[in-house]
C-alpha cells in the first residue's frame, strides 16, 4: 500500500482497502448508535441494524416517540368519518378503539413478520386517509354493513394481487398517482370544512363564529408549532395543536367531556357490531380504485424505508408488505375497521435518530392494541370538538394534496399528453365535490361510481394515460 506523502493521495488499491470493512478497527459502541452509512451492511458476526436488538427500556421509549407521531393521523381518520357519518360519540369512541387495536395488530405483522406477512422493517400500519372519501360516501348512500361488505372483499383483492403488483405497477406512473393523490386531499378538503361550519347550511348556526373561531386558533397553532418547534415537537405539531384546541372548547362549551367515565374500562366493541357485511358491486370498485392508490403509496413506503435502513427492498418484500395492508382491511370487514395502509410517517424519525431497529416499532404495536383496549382512550377522542377536528382534517388533507402535487412536479408538462390527462382527471374527478347532486338523475349503479370524484378522476387518469402511452403501458 502507498504511503500517504505531502501532496499525494492514496492509490485506487488503498482506497479500496480503506473502504472494506474488514479491514476497519471496529470501535466498540453501542447498538443502537447504528452510526454506519445508510448503504453499509453489518459487519460478519452482527446483526444488520434493522435487526439489532436494544435494551429494554430504550427500546420502550424509542416506541412511544414512534407511536407520539403516528397517532394523531392514527386516530384523526375514525373521528372524521365518524362525524361525517352522523355517528354519536359513543359509537366514534368504538371506532377509535377498534381502529387503534387493528392498527397495533397490522403493526406488529409489518415490523415483526409472521409466514409470508410482514416486511420485518420498521414500519408502522394506519388507518388510510385516502379511504375516508369511499366510507362516507357508501355510508350515506348504502349504510355502513355495504362499508365494511366492500372493505372485505378489497382486502382479499389485495392479499391475492399483491405478489402480481408489480404488472399493475405500469397503470399508476407518476402522472397517474399524482393526479389521484391530489384529488383525492382536495375532495376531502370539504369534509374538514363542513366539520367546522356544520352540514346543513340551512340551519341557523351554520357558521356559527365560535366555531370558526376555534378552528382558527388550532390551525394558527399548527402553524406556530411547525414553524418554531424542532425535532419530534416539530413532528407532533398536529397532535399538540388538536390538545390545546380541544382544552380551549371544552372550556368555552364547545364539546363536553361528561361522557368520558360512562361505560367500561377494558373492552373492545365485538365482530359486526354495525351488522353482517352486504356487498355492492359500485361500493366494491370504488374501494378497488383506493386500493389500487394505496398498493402504490405502500410500495413506496417499503423502498423509502429500505434506503433509509441501508437494506435491499425487492419484490418478496413489497409482496409480504401489501399482504399485511390487504389482512388488516379484510379484518376491517368483520371487526368494523378501516382501509389499512402503511405509514410513512416514522421513516423520517428514522432517519433522524438513526436508530434503524424494527423492534422499537414492534412495541408500537403493542401500545396501540393497549390504547386500544382502554375504552376511555377512545371516549376522549370522540370528545373532541368538531371544529378542532375539523382544523386538523383541512392541515391532513391540505398536506395529502401537496403530496400529489410534489408527485406531478416530477412530470413533463411540455408534453401535452400529461398536461391533459391532469386537467381532465381533476375537472371530472372534482365535480361530485362541488355539485353532489349532479349524478342523481343516472341510474343508480352509475350514480353510486360517478358519486365518487376518486373513482372517476382514478379511472380517467389511468384510461387517458393508456391511451397517450400506450406502448409505456404494455411495456
Known amino acids: 500500500m502507498a504511503s500517504k506523502g505531502p501532496g499525494r493521495t492514496p492509490s485506487r488499491a488503498a482506497r479500496t482497502v480503506n473502504r472494506c470493512p474488514r479491514n476497519r478497527i471496529r470501535r466498540a459502541e453501542p447498538v443502537m448508535t447504528l452510526d454506519k452509512p445508510d448503504h453499509a451492511a453489518a459487519p460478519p458476526g452482527e446483526p444488520r441494524p434493522d435487526d439489532a436488538r436494544l435494551p429494554f427500556w430504550p427500546m420502550v421509549l424509542l416506541g412511544i416517540q414512534h407511536t407520539l407521531v403516528m397517532y394523531a393521523g392514527a386516530v384523526v381518520v375514525p373521528i372524521v368519518v365518524g362525524a361525517a357519518l352522523g355517528l354519536t360519540a359513543g359509537q366514534i369512541a368504538d371506532l377509535v378503539s377498534i381502529d387503534l387495536v387493528l392498527a397495533g395488530i397490522g403493526t406488529l405483522l409489518q415490523a415483526g413478520g409472521v409466514w409470508k406477512f410482514g416486511i420485518r422493517m420498521p414500519l408502522v400500519v394506519g388507518a388510510a386517509s385516502s379511504g375516508i372519501a369511499p366510507m362516507i360516501a357508501v355510508g350515506h348512500s348504502r349504510g355502513l354493513p355495504t362499508v365494511y361488505g366492500s372493505l372485505l372483499v378489497a382486502g382479499v383483492v389485495w392479499v391475492l394481487a399483491a405478489p402480481y403488483f408489480s404488472m399493475l405497477l405500469r ?80 372550556a368555552t362549551g364547545i364539546g363536553t367531556l361528561a361522557h368520558v367515565e360512562d361505560g367500561s374500562i377494558v373492552g373492545i366493541i365485538g365482530p359486526m357490531h354495525f351488522g353482517a357485511p352486504r356487498f355492492d358491486i359500485p361500493s366494491i370498485l370504488l374501494f378497488l380504485v383506493i386500493v389500487f392508490v394505496l398498493m402504490v403509496e405502500g410500495s413506496g413506503q417499503g423502498l423509502a424505508v429500505g434506503q433509509v435502513v441501508g437494506k435491499p427492498v425487492g419484490p418478496e418484500e413489497i409482496t409480504r408488505l401489501l399482504r399485511v395492508d390487504g389482512l388488516m382491511t379484510l379484518c376491517s370487514g368483520f371487526c368494523n375497521g378501516f382501509v389499512y395502509t402503511t405509514f410513512g410517517q416514522n421513516i423520517g424519525l428514522i432517519a433522524m435518530t438513526r436508530v434503524r431497529s424494527r423492534y422499537p416499532v414492534v412495541v408500537v404495536g403493542v401500545l396501540l392494541i393497549v390504547c386500544g383496549v382502554l375504552r376511555p382512550v377512545g371516549r376522549v377522542a370522540a370528545a373532541i370538538p368538531a371544529p378542532v377536528i375539523g382544523a386538523a382534517a383541512i392541515m391532513t388533507f391540505g398536506a395529502l394534496a401537496v403530496s400529489g402535487i410534489q408527485i406531478l412536479a416530477r412530470v413533463d408538462f411540455e408534453r401535452p399528453a400529461n398536461l391533459t390527462i391532469v386537467m381532465v382527471s381533476l375537472g371530472v374527478g372534482l365535480v361530485p365535490a362541488f355539485a353532489p347532486g349532479c349524478y342523481r338523475q343516472l341510474p343508480e349503479f352509475a350514480a353510486v361510481f360517478l358519486g365518487s370524484g376518486v373513482a372517476t378522476g382514478t379511472l380517467l387518469a389511468v384510461a387517458l394515460n393508456a391511451a397517450f402511452h400506450p406502448r409505456l403501458t404494455n411495456s
Not at 389521484?180 to 357558521?207: E, H
Request: proline share 2%; net charge positive.
Open 171 to 250: 397503470l399508476f406512473p407518476a402522472v397517474v398517482t399524482g393526479t389521484v393523490i391530489t384529488l383525492i386531499g382536495l375532495t376531502l378538503l370539504p369534509v374538514g370544512i363542513r366539520l367546522v361550519a356544520g352540514s346543513d347550511s340551512s340551519a341557523s348556526d351554520y357558521g356559527r363564529l365560535s366555531h370558526i373561531a376555534l378552528a382558527a386558533a388550532t390551525i394558527a397553532l399548527m402553524v406556530v408549532f411547525r414553524r418554531f418547534l424542532r425535532g419530534l415537537l416539530g413532528q407532533l405539531s398536529i397532535l399538540l395543536a388538536l390538545v390545546i384546541g380541544a382544552i380551549a372548547g371544552w
